[in-house]
């Protein structure tokens, strides 16, 4: 059977409105922002970024194999007579031209997922459950802004049966332009929690600034809301004044339209029995955490919303596995027994990381073994910011964690709100606790990284790979 190309060159050129240089192929089966992972006949858009110039990678990228690269007018000098080029007056806006003419060509039912935590593992949740019944296109890793966007609609094949992408924001007015863009069927809204406080007068703000997804919805659309969440009546008063023609709701309690009847809590699973849109339903999930189990009543509801097999959707759960940095566990060899490391490394907010120590509260440590906590600074939380991080000492004592290292100023108040028999270590950066995490651990132990990107802590993360892959164990013990 021969292969559906993803864009003819007449169809891309159109939509961008572009000019074409050079012996071009005929079409092109992926897109492509990065000279260094281009596969065979992919299109090369070469977006001018915060700190390089993709323009500086054309010539790279074309030898690496790109069929073609998009360049801007400006920049079309540079380049030789004969290259294989389309022509555009912006790189960006050509993208954004391109993941507009794609959505229009979709047929798929199209989701959204934003929120002040969860976005990305619901998004993953959502790819699972759904690709089980059909092809599915949806957001690699955290593409969730300006260009994330835009490229996760171009790269989508027009054959898919259901897309999903996830929606970011840190200011105000971001999430508009984005999901004029998807125009999704189903939106779903995690919660609403303290996080990019630095650019918001109020977590009312941010609620605010997560409901413009609901701005982009299409005509008998649906929003799927945490009824749990203060800001539930909020968002579905939004909803509503957007057009948005349903409003299913997610939680615990009696009214939730996906209710959660019962939970079972495990080391590295969790088991759950639930009421979704009329549907009684138990099912288990791959992956360990109350915050995930709730997230899944969001997954299964939006999927029923999009025509999927509520059973099939379920059962797909269990397979479900953490990413690396967002809870990814991997045994650390350490001489004369093993650790396990849960790796949080990837960002950091005050629900995040006190749902990260509730798992670690969860995990099974060896004989003699403890829970460790390695955190560094939140950032983004404005004038609230050294009150939130003290507030973290709640959630370490119920959570039994033994000992935390913390690093930056900001975990500096969390680190004096602790018992003096819980206060590991601090440091001013993650450079500076590395050693001395990698000196702390002993058999039986399981340790937790979390902290914004900007702390580095998969530094850390790093450190204790190379320190107790099982040779650098056997090296240790042998000396």
Same mark, same amino acid.
């Given at each position: 059977?021969?292969?559906?190309?993803?864009?003819?060159?007449?169809?891309?050129?159109?939509?961008?409105?572009?000019?074409?240089?050079?012996?071009?192929?005929?079409?092109?089966?992926?897109?492509?922002?990065?000279?260094?992972?281009?596969?065979?006949?992919?299109?090369?858009?070469?977006? #001018?970024?915060?700190?390089?110039?993709?323009?500086?990678?054309?010539?790279?990228?074309?030898?690496?194999?790109?069929?073609?690269?998009?360049?801007?007018?400006?920049?079309?000098?540079?380049?030789?007579?004969?290259?294989?080029?389309?022509?555009?007056?912006?790189?960006?806006?050509?993208?954004?031209?391109?993941?507009?003419? @794609?959505?229009?060509?979709?047929?798929?039912?199209?989701?959204?997922?934003?929120? @002040?935590? =969860?976005?990305?593992?619901?998004?993953?949740?959502?790819?699972?459950?759904?690709?089980?019944?059909?092809?599915?296109?949806?957001?690699?890793?955290?593409?969730?802004?300006?260009?994330?966007?835009?490229?996760?609609?171009?790269?989508?094949?027009?054959?898919?049966?259901?897309?999903?992408?996830?929606?970011?924001?840190?200011?105000?007015?971001?999430?508009?332009?984005?999901?004029?863009?998807?125009?999704?069927?189903?939106?779903?809204?995690?919660?609403?929690?303290?996080?990019?406080?630095?650019?918001?007068? @109020?977590?009312?703000?941010?609620?605010?600034?997560?409901?413009?997804?609901?701005?982009?919805?299409?005509?008998?659309?649906?929003?799927?809301?945490?009824?749990?969440?203060?800001?539930?009546?909020?968002?579905?008063?939004?909803?509503?004044?957007?057009?948005?023609?349903?409003?299913?709701?997610?939680?615990?309690?009696?009214?939730?339209?996906?209710?959660?009847?019962?939970?079972?809590?495990?080391?590295?699973?969790?088991?759950?029995?639930?009421?979704?849109?009329?549907?009684?339903?138990?099912?288990?999930?791959?992956?360990?955490?109350?915050?995930?189990?709730?997230?899944?009543?969001?997954?299964?509801?939006?999927?029923?919303?999009?025509?999927?097999?509520?059973?099939?959707?379920?059962?797909?759960?269990?397979?479900?596995?953490?990413?690396?940095?967002?809870?990814?566990?991997?045994?650390?060899?350490?001489?004369?027994?093993?650790?396990?490391?849960?790796?949080?490394?990837?960002?950091?907010?005050?629900?995040?990381?006190?749902?990260? %120590?509730?798992?670690? =509260?969860?995990?099974?440590?060896?004989?003699?073994?403890?829970?460790?906590?390695? %955190?560094?600074?939140?950032?983004?939380? =404005?004038?609230?910011?050294?009150?939130?991080?003290?507030?973290?000492?709640?959630?370490?004592?119920?959570?039994?964690?033994?000992?935390?290292?913390?690093?930056?100023?900001?975990?500096?108040?969390?680190?004096?709100?602790?018992?003096?028999?819980?206060?590991?270590?601090?440091? @001013?950066?993650?450079?500076?606790?590395?050693?001395?995490?990698?000196?702390?651990?002993?058999?039986?132990?399981?340790?937790?990284? #979390?902290?914004?990107?900007?702390?580095?802590? #998969?530094?850390?993360?790093?450190?204790?790979?190379?320190?107790?892959? =099982?040779?650098?164990?056997?090296? #240790?013990?042998?000396?």
């Amino acid at each position: 059977m021969t292969k559906t190309p993803l864009w003819t060159i007449d169809a891309m050129a159109r939509a961008m409105g572009a000019a074409p240089s050079g012996a071009l192929p005929l079409s092109i089966d992926g897109i492509s922002i990065d000279s260094r992972t281009i596969a065979p006949g992919d299109a090369y858009f070469a977006i #001018k970024g915060d700190v390089h110039d993709g323009h500086d990678f054309v010539e790279t990228a074309l030898k690496n194999g790109a069929g073609l690269a998009v360049v801007s007018q400006a920049q079309r000098v540079t380049f030789a007579a004969n290259a294989r080029l389309l022509v555009v007056p912006d790189v960006l806006e050509g993208l954004v031209a391109l993941g507009r003419a @794609s959505r229009t060509r979709l047929t798929a039912k199209v989701l959204a997922v934003t929120g @002040s935590v =969860g976005k990305t593992s619901t998004k993953e949740a959502l790819l699972r459950v759904l690709s089980a019944q059909g092809m599915t296109h949806a957001s690699v890793a955290s593409f969730n802004n300006h260009w994330g966007v835009p490229l996760t609609l171009a790269r989508c094949p027009a054959d898919s049966k259901f897309a999903v992408f996830e929606i970011g924001m840190n200011h105000p007015g971001e999430i508009i332009p984005l999901v004029g863009m998807v125009r999704p069927h189903i939106a779903v809204v995690t919660t609403v929690e303290p996080v990019h406080l630095e650019f918001f007068a @109020s977590v009312e703000a941010i609620a605010d600034a997560k409901a413009e997804i609901f701005t982009g919805v299409e005509p008998g659309g649906a929003a799927v809301l945490n009824a749990d969440n203060p800001h539930f009546a909020r968002l579905a008063k939004q909803a509503t004044a957007a057009g948005v023609s349903r409003i299913v709701s997610f939680g615990t309690g009696e009214g939730a339209d996906a209710r959660l009847i019962d939970l079972s809590l495990h080391a590295e699973s969790s088991a759950v029995h639930a009421n979704v849109l009329g549907d009684d339903i138990t099912y288990k999930i791959g992956m360990p955490g109350r915050h995930m189990a709730m997230n899944t009543l969001a997954v299964l509801a939006a999927a029923s919303l999009a025509g999927a097999d509520l059973t099939l959707a379920a059962l797909a759960l269990s397979e479900m596995r953490a990413p690396s940095g967002r809870g990814l566990r991997e045994t650390l060899h350490v001489p004369n027994g093993t650790a396990t490391l849960i790796d949080e490394s990837y960002n950091a907010n005050p629900a995040s990381v006190a749902a990260a %120590l509730n798992v670690l =509260g969860q995990a099974a440590v060896g004989p003699r073994g403890r829970r460790i906590a390695v %955190l560094g600074d939140m950032l983004e939380l =404005g004038t609230k910011s050294a009150e939130l991080h003290r507030g973290l000492a709640d959630a370490v004592t119920s959570n039994n964690v033994d000992k935390v290292y913390c690093c930056g100023p900001l975990m500096r108040h969390l680190f004096d709100a602790l018992p003096s028999n819980v206060q590991g270590a601090h440091a @001013s950066d993650s450079v500076g606790l590395e050693s001395v995490t990698v000196g702390a651990l002993r058999p039986g132990d399981v340790v937790m990284v #979390k902290g914004s990107l900007g702390s580095r802590m #998969k530094l850390i993360v790093t450190a204790l790979q190379k320190n107790f892959s =099982g040779d650098a164990a056997l090296g #240790k013990a042998a000396t």
